[in-house]
């Protein structure tokens, strides 16, 4: 397998796309704790790697599936920063007219095929997807995003089946952040997630999601395995979830299910900083790391500013995109 190999100009601009996501999910932990978003949000930070390293192997005509944490994926995709963070704000102008909110982000022009609020519910979508491309013809393939509770859904060993059977161009990325919802994940999922492939003869591997170079790499070599009639893989990508599983949720929660100090250890090797110091070793100019992330937070800034003064989407529009 020849993997692209990751040049350090290559290297910059990855550490481009996990700052700007870094920067809109800090932002909106703001905003949500302002009051000033319709609804709950489910941020990403801690995980950026994932999203950023896979999908900087995918074009437009390839497919994500995502999660309910799915503004990382959506921004590693596609260029919208503005129609991302206006959906969130539920605005007309929002890449779903403002109805789908924060859990169901989707741009179908871009391969995003949506968020999801179904734990797992993206898995047998994408392996539609993948079946789709395959009976096409085309050389494009699907990749879905799911957490370490989302694997212990029976549809999980469902598609496995099918996409062996039918050698599916499909990637499965199970992102173990550490938890699901408010349960370790030790203390709810057996054995290790990427062993799950191997009965159905998947290549399955763990990947250190927190590395961009690492995510790059395995990412890479399981897109060019399917694009090329290879079949499926299943990496199961090591990560940590840095905020709550949802905002605010001390403000329900009776008690903690982690310590403050476990968040502090484990910030110490947290995506940003792991890409940072490669870049450094890498002799990346700080100037130019600097000016990169300069260019990020004007445009974060821009699209916040867009959002919040972007019209509401009318009465009307909520019987619009239906069936009767
Ligand atoms: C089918 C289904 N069951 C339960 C829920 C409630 N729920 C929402 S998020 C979540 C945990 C998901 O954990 P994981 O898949 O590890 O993703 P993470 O939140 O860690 O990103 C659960 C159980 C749901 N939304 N859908």
Not at 129 to 137: D, E, I, N
Not at 270 to 296: C, N
Request: proline fraction near 4%; include cysteine; charge should be neutral.
């Amino acid at each position: 397998m020849s993997v692209q190999e990751l040049t350090s100009g290559k290297l910059l601009e990855l550490y481009g796309r996990m700052f700007r996501i870094r920067t809109v999910e800090e932002r909106l932990a703001q905003v949500q704790a302002a009051g000033e978003l319709p609804g709950p949000v489910h941020l990403y930070i801690g995980q950026e790697a994932v999203a950023v390293g896979v999908c900087a192997h995918l074009s437009d005509q390839d497919w994500i599936c995502s999660t309910h944490r799915g503004h990382g994926h959506f921004l590693a995709k596609s260029d919208e920063i503005r129609k991302l963070v206006a959906e969130v704000y539920g605005r007309a102008s929002g890449v779903c007219g403002g109805k789908g909110g924060s859990m169901h982000v989707a741009d179908v022009s871009k391969g995003i095929l949506g968020a999801n609020g179904i734990v797992g519910g993206g898995i047998a979508l994408a392996t539609g997807a993948a079946l789709s491309a395959q009976t096409r013809g085309t050389r494009n393939v699907a990749v879905v995003f799911f957490g370490d509770g989302a694997a212990n859904q029976g549809v999980l060993l469902e598609s496995l089946n099918v996409a062996a059977l039918w050698k599916l161009p499909l990637v499965l990325v199970c992102e173990n952040n550490g938890f699901s919802e408010f349960s370790p994940t030790a203390t709810v999922t057996a054995g290790e997630i990427w062993k799950r492939a191997t009965p159905f003869g998947i290549p399955g591997e763990p990947v250190d999601g927190n590395d961009v170079r690492e995510v790059w790499s395995a990412a890479g070599e399981a897109i060019e395995r399917a694009r090329g009639g290879g079949g499926a893989t299943l990496l199961e990508m090591r990560t940590y979830r840095l905020r709550g599983h949802v905002e605010a949720e001390k403000s329900f929660l009776a008690k903690s299910y982690r310590s403050d100090e476990e968040v502090e250890r484990r910030r110490e090797r947290e995506p940003l900083r792991v890409a940072l110091a490669a870049l450094r070793g890498a002799r990346i100019a700080p100037d130019a790391i600097a000016a990169a992330e300069d260019k990020e937070r004007a445009a974060v800034q821009a699209a916040f500013e867009y959002a919040a003064a972007a019209p509401w989407p009318q009465p009307e529009a909520a019987f619009q995109h239906m069936f009767a």
